[in-house]
């Protein structure tokens, strides 16, 4: 399946969001309308840095593991995460561009590496389930940026 990418721009240098995003617990409260019973191991932040939460829908709890397996300060950030009973194995990646206004565009692309064949047959209700929660994610995730911005 293709990959999805959403893109936002906020009022906060580069430096500062990579190190915002760089720890794995602050995903969870711009992520937590869709992601929920967040668990940590690991390093804090950076490679290695791992979650555990459920996919908040109805029906059988669906439990991922998210592992950060790539960081590049402060431009680019991966995590791959396994949920569906390990039959689903998905890609995250934040890329951070420092604009010359000394705002920060964040980019966020989600990429399908493994597919359970349910989701595969519906992929563009997959599609499209992903594509809004991720962009209300990065809306949420702005807004909290925003608000640490100094005035």
Not at 53 to 76: C, F, N, S, T, Y
Not at 107 to 135: D, H, M
């Amino acid at each position: 399946m293709k990959p999805v990418t959403f893109s936002i721009t906020v009022p906060v240098g580069r430096d500062e969001v990579y190190d915002f995003l760089d720890v794995l617990a602050n995903h969870e409260p711009f992520t937590n309308h869709m992601l929920v019973d967040w668990s940590y191991s690991g390093p804090e932040r950076g490679v290695g840095a791992r979650a555990r939460m459920r996919l908040k829908r109805p029906g059988r709890a669906d439990w991922m593991d998210l592992e950060v397996i790539e960081a590049e300060p402060p431009r680019r950030t991966s995590e791959e995460t396994v949920g569906a009973r390990g039959r689903r194995r998905t890609r995250g990646t934040y890329i951070l561009e420092e604009l010359p206004t000394g705002e920060t565009r964040i980019s966020f692309e989600f990429a399908w590496l493994r597919i359970p064949l349910v989701e595969r047959l519906a992929a563009p209700v997959t599609r499209f389930v992903v594509r809004r929660g991720n962009r209300r994610s990065l809306q949420r995730l702005a807004q909290q940026l925003a608000s640490r911005a100094p005035a």
